[in-house]
Nanobody, 129 residues
């Protein structure tokens, strides 16, 4: 069981930037695909981005392509989600997650939460003027 912790959320104006961090204190994230998901009030959870454990290839939901960047720093055991040009519709609780099975969960832009087994507690992102 890997325990994931997100940080970096906050309040930002439209057009601003935030960088979210996902870290694990008890296990190396180097061996896991990591995904970022978000859930806005009254809406279903959706996959935003992921980075594959073996290929390092990133995937992005269409609406965030060109604005969000996922990256991995193995020396810090952290996966980041850099979010630029934020819009009010990006407001949500953001979660990082990891599948138990190596290689699952990060094939294309349709990032399925059902393939992810380990979840963090979430961090709130609010985009508002």
């Amino acid at each position: 069981q890997v325990h994931l912790v997100e940080s970096g959320g906050g309040l930002v104006q439209p057009g601003g930037s935030l960088r979210l961090s996902c870290t694990a204190s008890d296990e190396s994230l180097h061996y896991y695909t990591v995904g970022w998901f978000r859930q806005a009030p009254g809406k279903e959870r959706e996959g935003v981005s992921c980075i594959h454990v073996l290929t390092g290839n990133p995937q992005y939901k269409d609406s965030v392509k060109g604005r969000f960047t996922i990256s991995r720093d193995s020396t810090k055991n952290t996966v980041y989600l850099q979010m630029d040009n934020l819009k009010p519709e990006d407001t949500a609780v953001y979660y990082c997650a990891a599948p138990q099975v190596m290689g699952y969960g990060c094939y294309d832009s349709t990032i399925q939460g059902s393939e992810y087994d380990h979840w963090g507690q979430g961090t709130q992102v609010t985009v508002s003027s």
